[in-house]
């Protein structure tokens, strides 16, 4: 892709900058409100059309493409066709990975503050309380569920140090993100008809933007460990979960008459602090503020963001292979297609979930078959 297809937002943003462009008026103390935890969510019923899909409990009721298709599902699917198996049969790990714990922390602490920015007004200098109420409220729920495994519970408060380290600077980096009117919908469940297909999935943000706020924009945030710039950016000219929601968005567009084509998407990542807790030789707080003065010192080390224009051309392209794939994914659920595993997805960045049980057979003894459909489209 073109250089100028992927427009960069990684300068420091100065906190002179910051004050003159974010509103700052004295007001009486504003009651937070946290609407969901994603380690929590609550139950009901969803007001999309086909609800009865998500949460059904799989070992049950087998899954079917007519319940609908995520990118999760179809990205694993081609990784693995064994895994995926797995997967839509209900088995699952009772094992968390502490980079999902930190990530799905971030996601809702992102959410539920901008979803007050969106309605209730929130300025910058709403960050840092929301923040503590926000951070004291999750530990309390991951207390209550680690009681019995300590080793469990400090990851999730090491989790919170480093969220509360970062969350400011983020916050201080991309003014932007607190003007009236950018903020459309945060974390907004979605299903559209693509080709006779049912295509599922939750859009981190939707936005705004552009002078006169003319086009729509996709936010997508993301927690890494580790950034490597150069590939990412060759990477995100045909990333599958983009291209995937702006085909979404534009099939939801096209259904309910709207004549424009969504086709840009906010790429925003936090760098996960690489920094090791040390009990024995500091307190929580204190690393907390070890890592809070090296994201002062190196903000675009920790935050960036790359605004990607996608062509109609590239648009295109993708969801003719996307229909390619989405029907090679049906032949496999009638079983005209083979289940194999791929050894090359064994081990990658992450050791895959159901590696013990390719090693040991099929043995299934460390896993639990508790697996629900679309767990994340919950509210």
């Known amino acids: 892709m073109p250089k100028k297809n992927i427009r960069k937002k990684s300068k420091v943003a100065k906190k002179k900058a910051v004050k003159k462009k974010i509103l700052k008026k004295k007001a009486a103390p504003k009651v937070y409100k946290i609407d969901r935890l994603n ?36 990205s694993g699917f081609f990784n693995c066709r064994l895994s995926c198996r ?23 602490l992102l959410e539920n503050f901008f979803r007050g920015v969106m309605l209730e007004g929130y300025t910058l200098e709403d960050a840092k309380p929301f923040m503590n109420l926000f951070l004291e409220t999750w530990l309390e729920h991951e207390r209550s569920k680690d009681i019995t495994n300590p080793r469990a519970l400090q990851s999730s408060e090491v989790c919170a140090a480093q969220a509360s380290a970062t969350f400011l600077g983020y916050c201080e980096m991309w003014p932007d993100d607190f003007e ?16 006779g297909y049912l295509l599922r999935g939750r859009m981190d943000g939707l936005q705004r933007a552009g002078k006169k706020r003319k086009y729509y924009r996709l936010m997508e945030h993301k927690t890494k460990a580790r950034i490597e710039e150069e590939a990412l950016d060759r990477r995100l000219a045909f990333d599958f979960q983009n291209l995937f929601y702006l085909t979404a968005l534009n099939c939801q567009l096209k259904t309910k008459g709207i004549d424009e084509l969504a086709r840009v998407v906010y790429y ?58 989405l029907q090679i994914f049906e032949r496999w659920l009638k079983d005209e297609e083979p289940t194999f595993k791929n050894e090359q997805a064994c081990v990658a960045k992450w050791n895959c979930t159901f590696l013990d049980a ?20 919950k509210d």
């Open 39 to 74: 380690a929590d969510k609550k139950e009901g019923e969803s007001t999309i059309q086909s609800a009865k899909a998500i949460g059904k409990k799989l070992a049950d009721d087998p899954y079917t493409i007519e319940d609908g298709v995520s990118q999760s599902m179809l």
């Open 86 to 108: 797995y997967g839509l049969d209900g088995w699952r790990s009772p094992r968390l990975k502490d980079s999902l714990n930190y990530g799905s922390l971030y996601h809702d």
């Open 180 to 195: 009236p009117g950018r903020w459309i919908e945060l974390e907004g469940v979605f299903e559209a008809d693509f080709h």
């Open 268 to 325: 925003d990542i936090i760098r996960r602090p690489g920094q090791k807790f040390n009990p024995d030789k500091e307190s929580l707080s204190d690393y907390s503020v070890r890592v809070k003065e090296d994201v002062a010192k190196r903000p675009d080390h920790y935050f960036k963001r790359s605004e990607i224009f996608y062509t109609a051309k590239d648009l295109e392209r993708f969801q003719e292979e996307l229909l390619i794939k």
């Open 358 to 377: 390719c090693a040991s057979a099929g043995n299934m003894s460390n896993y639990v078959q508790t697996g629900e459909l679309f767990v994340e489209l």
